[in-house]
């Protein structure tokens, strides 16, 4: 007697401890693209189940501003990339200042001035901050500031979320100094200048527990804004504190390139963390990464003080750092998720190459020329210190636009 021919089995028919499986093998964010892509049932199917947090993409602007190709979204995971579409109206827009969980960039369009857009590279939403409205008040006579960096308080599309933006009067100043301003979106108000810092600048902000946080740029003094909104629901500091922080050991900013000395601000273990990048050593003139996280203790007068204490491991979490988004953390489990490992910083680069610039990293080809280069920084220093945290760098040659990471939606 012939057997009849085994029914196809459907991929919403399989038991969800194998679906567990194959989301354990399969979770970077590429290969989750191309599942959903020939497989219909795959995306019900793993929406049935967690979804493993998404790790960081590098978002790479091509290095001619007039082409028209999807913008690259290179995954650290499994070293691929994928290509994304920008709106119509975004088409030439290379200069990404922010990024927010769930896929959220900020971005102006160039070369001409134009109002900055804040855009989801993955559901299409488009928020557009009013042209009316995109300057930020600054005294008569001043020259007009250029917007290096926005936060986000909440998801874009919030009524409460606030936008925080690192500014500056004078981009190409080696000595340029970044104030913080704030706006809201759909507020008839547009950015609103924060005084109080100008003399020495800011060097990263952070929004944790509510509160914003600026750390200014060589005393590495803490600053923590409470924030609110006037009658006209534009965004105000209710109150601003200058915490008291013990100084950390080691060098301090000197004003040089940002390249040999840079802070950045992120949450760590539920601890407002901060990553300093400096040459430590006057026996080598490279520098790498130490990180702290900010402890309080209560002195004799009751007086609290802050202290920052170093952390010589990351532990299960990878840090993704960057001077024109957020820094985050992210958990990674043991062993690693592809080219992605616990206990390591990944960071985009404050400037690019210059073409006769040299550095001893791996190549790869993206965008028609464009170029991203990985220079990995070994866990000792030379001179027998083991405890740094092994780091890995992303410069950009061919292209004046810096890269920015992206979070993508969990898929």
Not at 301 to 318: F, N, P, Q
Request: charged fraction near 20%; include cysteine; aromatic fraction near 10%.
């Amino acid at each position: 007697m012939e057997r009849s021919a085994p029914s196809a089995v459907q991929w919403s028919d399989l038991p969800h401890e194998l679906l567990g499986i194959i989301r354990s093998k399969v979770n970077s964010l590429s290969v989750g693209v191309r599942l959903a892509a020939v497989c219909k049932f795959w995306p019900a199917a793993v929406s049935l189940l967690p979804a493993p947090p998404a790790l960081p993409l590098l978002l790479i602007s091509p290095s001619d501003w007039m082409t028209e190709i999807p913008r690259s979204l290179y995954c650290p995971e499994d070293d691929s990339v994928v290509r994304v579409p920008l709106p119509g109206s975004l088409i030439n827009s290379i200069w990404y200042h922010g990024s927010y969980d769930g896929g959220w960039i900020a971005v102006r369009p160039t070369p001409k001035p134009c109002p900055s857009v804040i855009v989801n590279l993955f559901s299409g939403a488009e928020l557009t901050i009013s042209e009316k409205h995109e300057g930020i008040s600054c005294p008569e006579g001043s020259p007009s500031p250029v917007i290096w960096k926005i936060i986000f308080s909440d998801t874009p599309t919030s009524s409460s979320c606030i936008l925080a933006a690192m500014a500056t009067e004078n981009l190409m100043k080696t000595d340029s100094k970044f104030y913080i301003a704030l706006r809201r979106l759909g507020c008839p108000d547009g950015w609103r200048k924060i005084q109080g810092h100008d003399k020495e600048g800011i060097a990263d902000i952070m929004f944790y527990r509510g509160k914003l946080y600026g750390l200014t740029r060589f005393s590495e003094c803490l600053l923590r804004l409470d924030i609110g909104v006037d009658d006209n629901g534009a965004p105000v500091v209710t109150a601003a504190r200058r915490l008291a922080v013990q100084k950390r050991d080691g060098p301090k900013s000197t004003g040089k390139r940002v390249s040999d000395f840079s802070n950045y601000l992120f949450e760590l273990r539920g601890n407002l963390s901060m990553a300093v990048k400096a040459i430590w050593s006057k026996q080598t003139d490279k520098p790498y990464f130490r990180v702290y996280e900010l402890g309080d203790t209560t002195s004799t007068d009751g007086t609290r003080i802050y202290k920052w204490s170093e952390v010589h491991s990351l532990g299960s979490h990878a840090l993704f750092l960057g001077p024109r988004c957020s820094s985050k953390a992210v958990d990674v489990p043991a062993g690693g998720r592809g080219g992605v490992e616990g206990n390591h910083i990944y960071y985009t680069s404050h400037y690019c190459l210059r073409e006769e610039e040299d550095k001893p990293c791996v190549t790869r080809s993206v965008d028609a020329g464009t170029m991203y280069f990985m220079e990995e920084q070994s866990v000792g220093d030379g001179f027998g210190n083991m405890d740094r945290i092994p780091s890995l760098g992303y410069y950009v040659r061919g292209s004046i636009y810096l890269p920015t990471w992206c979070f993508p939606p969990d898929m």
